[in-house]
C-alpha cells in the first residue's frame, strides 16, 4: 500500500461516485425483504404496485402541477435523448451546452436527418450555458446539473417551445420548478441511490400533445423511441418491456427516505451541505480551489476540486482507493488534475468531513 490512512479518519462509507453512486444499506435491507417480488410479471399487481408507488412518490417529491404525468420506461437517460429526438423536437432544438452530458443530447439532434441543426449555445467547462429564445426553435433542453463538471444551471421557462430539463444528477438533490419545465427527465442511479438503466420523466400536457402530433404526422417511429407508447404504458403502471426490478426496489425505499426526511428541502439542504464542505476546504487550502470559479454555478450534488499542479490528483485518488473511498475521478474527457466528489442525497455530511481529513492526510504526506 502507498499510504494507510489511519481508520479514525477513515469515512464510515468511502462512495463518492458521481453515477452510479453509493446505495443506503438500508436500501439493500429492504430489497432482501421484497424479495418475493424478484422473478415475478411486471404485467401483474405486485410489480404494478410498485411502479405505482414510484410515480406517486416523485409527483409528492416535486409537488409536480395538475396535469403533469410521472412517465418512465427503460435505457435511462441517453435512451430519453433519442427518444425526444424522434418524438418530442418538431423541426429544431435549442441547447445549453456546458459539459459532456449536455453534448451529447445537442449531438443527437445535430445527426438526426429530419431535424434542422440545432442551435447551440455553448460555455466552456465550469461556466453554464442555458438556450435563449430563437425563432422557429420548439425544444429548448439543458441540463440542470452537470455532471461532468459540477456546474448547475437555473431552471425556467425560455420562448414558447418544451423545455427539456435534463436532472439526471440534480433530481433528488436539488429543488426545481416543474411547471417552468416540459419535460424533467432523470436516471435512478446518482441522488435516487438505485441502479441505473431506467429513465423516468415529469411530463406536462404540452409535451404529451406534442408527442401525439408528431406521430400523428406520420414520422417514422420506432416503438421504443415513441413517447406516446411510454405514456400510456406509464399510466398502467407499467413499461413497454421489462423493466429491472430490484432498480424500481431501490428507488421506491428511496424515494420513501426522502419524504420521511422532509422531501425535496430537506434532501437539497443535505447535498448543499456536503458540497459547501468540501467548497470550504477547497477555499482553505493553497493547493486546492473548487473548478467552478463562479459560486452561484457551482454544484451542490457534485463539487469539482482542483489540485495544484504540485499534487497528482491520480496518485491521491488511487491512494484513496487502496483505503476504501472510491470513484472521486475526474469525469475522464476533462482532462484535469482534478477530484469531482458525489455529494447525492444518501452521502451523509460527515462523510464528506471526513473525507476532506483524508485529503489532507494524504496530501501532507505525500
Ligand atoms: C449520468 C448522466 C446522464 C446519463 O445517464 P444514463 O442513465 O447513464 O444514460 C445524462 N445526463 C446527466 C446530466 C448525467 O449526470
Not at 20 to 43: E, F, Q
Amino acid at each position: 500500500m502507498q499510504t494507510q490512512i489511519p481508520v479514525d479518519l477513515l469515512p464510515v462509507d468511502g462512495r463518492f461516485g458521481s453515477g452510479p453512486a453509493k446505495v443506503r444499506p438500508d436500501a439493500l435491507d429492504y430489497l432482501a425483504i421484497r424479495g418475493d417480488v424478484m422473478g415475478t410479471s411486471h404485467r401483474q399487481a405486485p410489480v404494478r404496485d410498485l411502479v405505482r408507488v414510484v410515480q406517486e412518490s416523485l409527483a409528492e417529491l416535486y409537488r409536480i402541477p395538475d396535469g403533469y404525468e410521472v412517465v418512465l420506461g427503460n435505457g435511462g437517460s441517453t435512451l430519453f435523448w433519442d427518444m425526444a429526438v424522434s418524438s418530442l423536437i418538431e423541426k429544431r432544438s435549442a441547447h445549453g451546452v456546458f459539459g459532456e452530458f449536455s453534448r451529447k443530447f445537442a449531438k443527437a439532434a445535430e445527426r438526426a436527418p429530419h431535424l434542422e441543426a440545432p442551435v447551440v449555445a455553448e460555455a466552456e467547462a465550469g461556466k453554464v450555458a442555458v438556450p435563449s429564445a430563437v425563432d422557429g426553435v420548439d425544444v429548448y433542453a439543458w441540463a440542470q446539473n452537470e455532471t461532468s463538471t459540477g456546474a448547475a444551471a437555473p431552471v425556467s421557462r425560455v420562448g414558447d417551445g418544451l423545455v427539456l430539463i435534463d436532472a439526471t444528477s440534480a433530481a433528488g438533490g436539488m429543488d426545481a420548478p416543474i411547471g417552468d419545465t416540459d419535460v424533467y427527465y432523470f436516471a435512478p442511479q446518482k441522488n435516487f441511490s438505485s441502479d441505473g438503466g431506467l429513465w423516468l420523466a415529469f411530463a406536462s400536457p404540452a409535451a404529451i400533445e406534442r408527442a401525439e402530433r408528431i406521430k400523428a404526422s406520420g414520422r417514422w417511429l420506432p416503438e421504443s423511441l415513441d413517447f406516446t407508447v411510454a405514456v400510456k404504458n406509464s399510466r398502467q403502471h407499467q413499461t413497454l418491456n421489462t423493466p429491472a426490478l430490484a432498480t424500481l426496489l431501490l428507488l421506491e425505499d428511496q424515494l420513501g427516505w426522502m419524504l420521511e426526511l422532509g422531501g425535496i428541502e430537506a434532501v437539497a439542504e443535505r447535498c448543499r451541505e456536503s458540497t459547501s464542505i468540501l467548497y470550504r476546504w477547497a477555499e482553505a487550502r493553497d493547493f486546492a480551489s473548487p473548478f467552478v470559479a463562479e459560486p452561484g454555478d457551482r454544484s451542490p450534488v457534485v463539487a469539482t476540486i482542483d489540485l495544484a499542479d504540485d499534487v497528482d490528483a491520480a496518485r491521491v485518488i488511487s491512494i484513496l482507493r487502496e483505503n476504501g473511498i472510491v470513484d472521486v475521478d475526474p469525469y475522464r474527457a476533462l482532462k484535469r488534475n482534478q477530484l469531482r466528489v458525489g455529494c447525492y442525497a444518501s452521502v451523509d455530511p460527515s462523510d464528506v468531513e471526513a473525507l476532506t481529513a483524508c485529503l489532507d492526510y494524504v496530501i501532507d504526506a505525500r
